[in-house]
C-alpha cells in the first residue's frame, strides 16, 4: 500500500439537492478516467464531501495528483499521507514525512480538523501535540499563527487520519457534462480555446466546429486547431471537432458583395451552419470567443447582426474580459502556445480593408439577397467532417 493519499473536496456540487449523485457520479467517471492513463492501480472512497484516492505500491500519485487538478467540480486537492487513526500513528508519520511537510520553510502553524468528534483529542489539543513533535525535530523553527510560510494540517476523518500541507486549489465549477451540450465555434486563436474551457467549467459537454478555408488556410492551420482542441479536452473530457470549409462561400463573398460587410456576412454564415451542426448534434447554445469592442465584428452593432443569424442561445463568456485577463487563462489552461503559432485563419484571409463597425441589420441582408444562401449552406455542409479528439 501506498502511504500517500489524495483528497478531493468537493465544491459547488456540495450544494445540490436530491439530484446530487447525479453530479457526484459525473465527477467520479472523469476521476476514474483520468486516473486510467497514471502508472499503478487506484481506489476510491467517498465520504463527507471529500473524494478520497489510494494507490497501490506502484501508484504514481504525484502524477495523479496533477491531473486532478484538472477536474472540474472539485474546489481543492490535497496530496497527504494517511496514517492509522490514533496520535502515535499520526506523530510517527508527521516525523517520517518531516522534510516534505516543512520543506525550507522557519516558520510554520499546525491546523486540526476532527471531524469524528469522539477521537479522544479535540484540535487544539491535537496541533499542540504536532507542533511539539515538529519543533522537537527542527528547533530553528517558529511558530507563526497568522502568516506561516508552511502549515501542517491534520485530519481525523471517520476511518483514517491524515496528514497533509494544505491543498492546492481545484479546477472548481461543475462537473463536465452536468449542465447539458453545447457548441464551440473553435478558431485557431487565443480566445476561443479559452471560451470552449470557461463553459466546460460551469458544466457544459462542448463539441467544436472549425471553419477552414483551404487552400488559403492550410493543413498545419488545422492541425494547430486540433492540438487546440486537445489541450481543451485535458479539463472538458473527450471533444469532437467538426470540420467545415468555407472556401466557396468566401469566393462567392468576394465576387458578390462589398468589401466592408464581407468579415460580417462570413460571421453570419459561420454561425448559421454551426446553428445546423448544434441541431442535428443536440447542443442547446453556440459558444464563441467574441469580447467586446476587440475588432470591427466584436462592436455591439456587429454582435447584433452576427446573433440574428441564428436562433439558439450564444454564449460568450470572454465577452467582458480584457485581452490580458483572456491570455492569463489561456496560460494558465496550457493553451496559450499553440494559439499564438502564426497560422492563417479563415477570418484573416479576403479580410476588409475598412470593415463596418456599426452595421446596419437590413443594409446587411440587403447583401445577402445576392446570394444563395440556402445553396452555399448545403454545399458547405456537406464538406464537414467529424473528427474525435481526446487527451486520454
Ligand atoms: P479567437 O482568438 O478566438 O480567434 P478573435 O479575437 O480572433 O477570436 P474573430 O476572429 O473575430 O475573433 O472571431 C470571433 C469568434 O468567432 C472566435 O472567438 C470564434 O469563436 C469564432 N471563429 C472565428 N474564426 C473561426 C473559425 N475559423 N472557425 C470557427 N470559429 C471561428
Ligand atoms: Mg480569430
Not at 499546525?110 to 528547533?139: M, T, W
Amino acid at each position: 500500500m501506498n502511504s500517500k493519499i489524495i483528497l478531493l473536496k468537493y465544491g459547488e456540487v456540495v450544494m445540490k439537492g436530491l439530484n446530487r449523485s447525479y453530479f457526484d457520479n459525473l465527477i467520479i467517471k472523469r476521476v476514474r478516467y483520468l486516473l486510467k492513463t497514471v502508472d499503478g492501480e487506484f481506489s476510491l472512497d467517498y465520504a463527507q464531501s471529500t473524494l478520497c484516492i489510494r494507490g497501490d505500491e506502484n501508484a504514481d500519485m504525484d502524477t495523479a495528483f496533477e491531473k486532478m487538478k484538472t477536474v472540474f467540480g472539485i474546489a481543492s486537492v490535497c496530496l497527504g499521507f494517511e496514517c492509522e487513526k490514533s496520535m502515535d500513528a499520526v506523530c510517527r508519520t508527521v516525523s517520517e514525512h518531516m522534510d516534505t511537510l516543512i520543506g525550507g520553510a522557519k516558520t510554520f502553524k499546525c491546523v486540526g480538523k476532527r471531524s469524528d468528534k469522539r477521537f479522544p483529542l479535540n484540535s487544539p489539543q491535537i496541533c499542540a501535540e504536532v507542533g511539539g513533535i515538529i519543533l522537537e525535530a527542527k528547533p530553528y523553527l517558529k511558530v507563526d499563527v497568522n502568516d506561516p510560510e508552511v502549515s501542517v494540517y491534520i485530519e481525523i476523518r471517520d476511518k483514517y487520519a491524515c496528514v497533509h500541507g494544505g491543498g492546492e486549489k481545484g479546477a472548481c465549477g461543475m462537473p463536465a457534462g452536468s449542465a447539458g451540450h453545447g457548441l464551440l465555434l473553435l478558431s485557431g486563436g487565443i480566445d476561443s480555446p479559452v471560451a470552449g474551457y470557461m463553459m466546460a467549467k460551469r458544466g457544459l459537454r462542448v463539441e467544436a466546429v472549425h471553419f477552414e478555408s483551404f487552400p488559403y488556410t492550410s493543413e498545419r492551420a488545422k492541425e494547430k486547431v486540433l492540438e487546440l482542441a486537445k489541450e481543451v479536452t485535458e479539463y472538458s473530457g473527450k471533444m469532437h471537432v467538426n470540420i467545415i470549409s468555407l472556401t466557396k462561400i468566401q469566393e462567392t463573398l468576394v465576387k458578390s458583395c462589398d468589401e466592408e460587410y464581407f468579415t460580417l456576412l462570413l460571421r453570419r454564415f459561420m454561425m448559421r451552419l454551426a446553428e445546423r451542426v448544434a441541431r442535428r448534434n443536440g447542443a442547446l447554445a453556440l459558444i464563441t470567443g467574441e469580447s467586446l469592442g476587440q475588432v470591427a465584428s466584436q462592436t455591439m452593432q456587429a454582435l447584433g447582426v452576427t446573433d440574428s443569424a441564428v436562433s439558439l442561445p450564444v454564449f460568450r463568456p470572454c465577452i467582458g474580459m480584457d485581452k490580458e485577463e483572456i491570455i492569463e487563462i489561456a496560460r494558465k489552461i496550457g493553451t496559450f502556445d499553440t494559439s499564438i503559432l502564426p497560422y492563417e485563419d479563415c477570418c484573416t484571409v479576403f479580410t476588409p480593408r475598412h470593415p463596418k463597425t456599426r452595421p446596419d441589420l437590413e443594409k446587411v441582408l440587403e447583401q445577402e439577397k445576392r446570394l444563395n444562401i440556402e445553396e452555399l449552406e448545403e454545399e458547405a455542409f456537406a464538406t464537414l467532417d467529424t473528427v474525435v479528439v481526446c487527451a486520454y
